[in-house]
Structure formats: structure tokens, C-alpha cells
């Protein structure tokens, strides 16, 4: 079958809306930098150096069409993660620990539950994404598929980042054996971090909250309040900023949000306290500055965020590149909201207080942008069907901003 036919099929497929009836220790942070980055944080490591693209090259800026959205999936129950594997799409339960497989074909089903999540407050099942697939790291044999699931959730001894073997054909996809890649790190009711994404040097990298503890963010022998970055074996990548140690940046209260942009460039977005959510551009050994400043300051101590809100009209989670924006799903502020890449302070709100609580975006396969409404955490005001999961089409805005 053609690349072209199934994308048709897939985007024919997923159209249907399906009802829901309804994750051992590794090194801690060293506190010894590397000298290279004490002085001008190294950025993200990234591919070699290519051209640079002409204008025609340059990915547009896209917008959704709000006439276009399908709900593809009802009565989740506090759902927080998406991610894929084949044609199945796969979603993180937090209170219930389960991941929930929806099919192009219909086929709605539990894959499977993660041992051992203990859900309290913010905490349980948070964070799920699958190794991107090569002929080395998953294989579809005769409509198999084989692939590992990396997950993150809240154990009885604190936050963990577990790997699971995902076997099995779309719509009978089976969790199996769970590996621990990095746990003890510090969790409670709230401040947990939790987001997992693969990064464009294949590595991954994890969001981690302070846990209530503010000064810990500010610990590099702590894995609290930090980004994190380690290999799919959850060693210690020998170009990490800290020798030995899996902090990859610093300062974080608690970041939700990961996503790269076409050049490379690394963001993550950060609930504030009382007075900024932030957006901020993620370097190597930097400093973000939590608990001891908030938002933009203008200190040579601290990186600054390159957007803030204030945190009743945002609350950014889940987060997702496409084209030449950056779409960030928002709690409290109940939006969806895109930011220009090619400006980044010129930014519009989608779907504002329509569908409440917005926890999750992601750029899915058949081309369009999904997101997950949260509504049923504790903290919303669930309709009928809630919570779901919905598409929006996307429209390129020319010419780019």
C-alpha cells in the first residue's frame, strides 16, 4: 500500500467517533557542572548543520478550523497523556492507571495497567510516549507490531520512568514486561511534572516537578524541579551539562509541556505560582530560576521565558509543534493556545472555555491536531461525555507570520 493511500485511509478512519467505557535507580544529579556550560549553557544537541532553507522552504504557520472538529473519543476518565504506535492511538488514565487503546477500525480496549500507581492528588499515571520506530527499535511483521511504551507515574516510593514491551495487532495490543529506567524521584499531591517526549537527538527527556519543595528545584543532587535527559536505557548521556548526573536544565516549578521546533529548538511550558506561567527556551545547564524568581526578570542569573501568562488564564500542559506553531493546551484558562514560531509573541486562543480543561495536545498521524479535555481530575466541571478526546483540522496561514 501506498504512503498516500494510508494517510487516506487513516484520516478516513478516524473520523468515527469511538465512546470509552469507562508506569532501579540511576544516578542522581551531580552538583559539579561541566566547565564547558558554567559560563554559556551549550543549546540542545541537535543533527548536523544542513542549509539553511529559503523562504519558500520555511514551514508555514497553521490554524485550526473550528468547523472541522470530530470527537473521537468519550468517557475517559481523567485521561492526561496521548501517543501512538501504528495505526492505534494510546492514552494514560492518571487515576486509574490504565492505557486505553482506540483503533481506526472502532476497536476501543484497555492495553493494559501499569503495576503499582499510586494516584493521589495530581499524582498516578501521567506521562506516556513510544520509542519512534526504526527497523533497530520496532518492527511490523503480518500486521504485528512490536514497540517499547515509556511511561511515567507515581509509585509508593515517589515519580518513576518505566519502559514496557507493547506487542500484539492494532486493537489487541497487550502491555507487557516493565523495565525501571529512573525512580525515587520526589513526588506528592501536587508538582509532579510527568511529561515524556523523545527529543530530535533521539534521546529522551522527562519533566520533573519540585514536589511542593521550591528550594529543591534549585539542588542539582536532586531530581526535583528539573528537565531531565537520558538515553531509551535511562543511562546518562556522556554530553549531558552535569557529569553523571540526568539534569539537563534546572529552576523548574512544575514543567508539563515538551516540544521541539523544525531548527531544533527545545521549549517547555511551566506552571508559575501566583504570578507567571512561563514558556520558556530550554538550553543545556541552565538555570530557570524557581523558587527564587517567577516569570520574566531581566537577572543575568536566570533564563528568562520567552512568553508568560498570568496562571488563571493559562495553566499550559501538554504541548505540540506543528508546522510553524507551537499549540499549548491550557487548564485553567480553558484554551487551546498557538504561539508563532517565527515571532513568538504573537500568539491567538482556540476553544476558549468550550470544551473546560485542556490537558494534552499532540500533531497526530492523519495530519490533524488532537487534544484531550480534563474535566474529570477533581479540578473541572465535567459535561456529558467527558472527558474526550478531539480533532481539529489545520489550516496553513499564508503568507507565514
Known sequence: MSAAKFIRIVALCIGLTLTFTACSGTPQGSGTPAESNTT??????????????SPSDEPLAVTPDPSTVKEIATGLDAPWSITFVGTSTLISERDTGKIIEGTVDGKVRVAGVVPGVHHGGEGGLLGIVTRPQTPDTGVKSAGNISAELFVYSTGTSGNRIQRFELSGQPGALSLGQGTTLVDQIPAAGNHNGGRLAFGPDSMLYATTGDAGQGQSAQDLDSLAGKILRMT??????????????LVFSYGHRNPQGLSWAPDGTMFASEFGQNTW?????????SNYGWPIVEGITGSDQFVDPVQQWDPSQASPSGMAQT?????????????????HLATLDQETSFFSSEYGRIRDVVAAPDGLLWFLTNNTDGRGAPNDGDDKLISVELTPISPPL
Not at 512561563?278 to 543545556?284: D, G, K, Q, T, V
Not at 485553567?332 to 504561539?339: C, D
Request: glycine residues 10%; without cysteine; negative net charge.
Open 232 to 245: 531509551p536505557n535511562g543511562e546518562v548521556p556522556t554530553d549531558n551539562p552535569f557529569p553523571g548526573s
Open 40 to 53: 554559556d549553557p551549550s543549546p540542545l544537541p541537535t543533527a548536523p548543520e544542513s542549509p539553511s532553507p
Open 323 to 339: 508546522g510553524n506553531t507551537l499549540f499549548i493546551a491550557n487548564l485553567r484558562g480553558q484554551t487551546l493556545r498557538a504561539v
Open 277 to 285: 506561567d512561563e514558556l520558556n527556551i530550554i538550553r543545556a545547564g
